[in-house]
């Protein structure tokens, strides 16, 4: 009986290890520095590439993710842009604020069916 249960615990432990729930969202002053560093990148593909690393080393508020995808000039990039930090979003409940950072309701929509997918799996 324990060696099953030990075998269940191993065979489980990669889905505790990487979906881990963001334990807490980034400071004020941190979000701040992101959203300027954002800004000043030249073009959309340099602000998708540098939101990459942002998302890999934090947790957004949906108000943040929301804030960083309107720095974003076009709805393709803001679209990935988001696809991407609902990973890393710590109150996934209230990711309905991000649709509103978009200038096309299509973009908006098919966001909301990629992420509906992914709650899905």
């Known amino acids: 009986m324990k060696k099953n249960q030990l075998i269940g615990i191993l065979l489980l432990w990669p889905c ?3 979906s881990q729930p963001c334990k807490s969202p ?3 002053n941190q979000f701040k520095q992101y959203l300027n560093q ?3 990148q030249a073009d959309d593909p340099m602000k998708l590439k540098l939101s990459e690393d942002i998302l890999q080393e ?3 508020l949906s108000t ?5 995808a309107m720095v974003f000039a076009g709805d393709y990039y803001r679209y990935e842009f988001c696809k991407d930090a609902w ?3 710590f109150d ?3 990711f309905f ?4 950072a978009f200038q096309s309701k299509s973009a908006a929509f098919r966001l909301y069916d990629d992420i509906r997918l992914q709650r899905e799996k």
């Open 26 to 28: 980034v400071s004020a």
């Open 58 to 60: 934090s947790c957004l």
């Open 92 to 94: 996934p409940v209230n």
């Open 64 to 68: 943040q993710v929301k804030d960083l």
């Open 38 to 40: 954002m800004a000043l």
């Open 97 to 100: 604020d991000v649709y509103d």
């Open 87 to 89: 990973k890393h979003t």
């Open 16 to 18: 505790f290890v990487f």
